[in-house]
Nanobody, 128 residues
Framework: VQLQASGGGLVQAGGSLRLSCAAS????????MGWFRQAPGKEREFVAA????????YYADSVKGRFTISRDNAKNTVFLQMNSLKPEDTAVYYC??????????????????????WGQGTQVTVSS
């Protein structure tokens, strides 16, 4: 499975970006998708996740109300719409795929280890 993330860039504080992540290769019946980010010198942290159907979404408290995760299963693509960006949102953003979700709770999806496949990351830089 290959995950190709795109859409990162440089934006001023208060601006918006839309990240995309396209999955290709092996397919799975019901897979969940997540976005994580990692700033220099910090650990990778959970940003958002979405269930197979799209009916359940989960967010980090730091992005709730500003970011929206969505997916298009026909295109095997997940999106992260980021509005009202802040300098502290600056990081490399990674998409991830959980091929066999064992749970459907937020406490499950926030864990890095539940995801089997990871994209290469896309840089998001927010200037003040």
């Amino acid at each position: 499975v290959q995950l190709q993330a795109s859409g990162g860039g440089l934006v001023q504080a208060g601006g918006s970006l839309r990240l995309s992540c396209a999955a290709s290769g092996r397919t799975f019946r019901r897979y969940a998708m997540g976005w994580f980010r990692q700033a220099p010198g910090k650990e990778r942290e959970f940003v958002a996740a979405i269930s197979w159907s799209g009916g359940s979404t989960y967010y980090a408290d730091s992005v709730k109300g500003r970011f929206t995760i969505s997916r298009d299963n026909a295109k095997n693509t997940v999106f992260l719409q980021m509005n009202s960006l802040k300098p502290e949102d600056t990081a490399v953003y990674y998409c991830a795929l959980d091929s066999d979700p064992l749970d459907y709770s937020r406490s499950y999806y926030v864990k890095v280890r539940v995801y089997d496949y990871w994209g290469q990351g896309t840089q998001v830089t927010v200037s003040s």
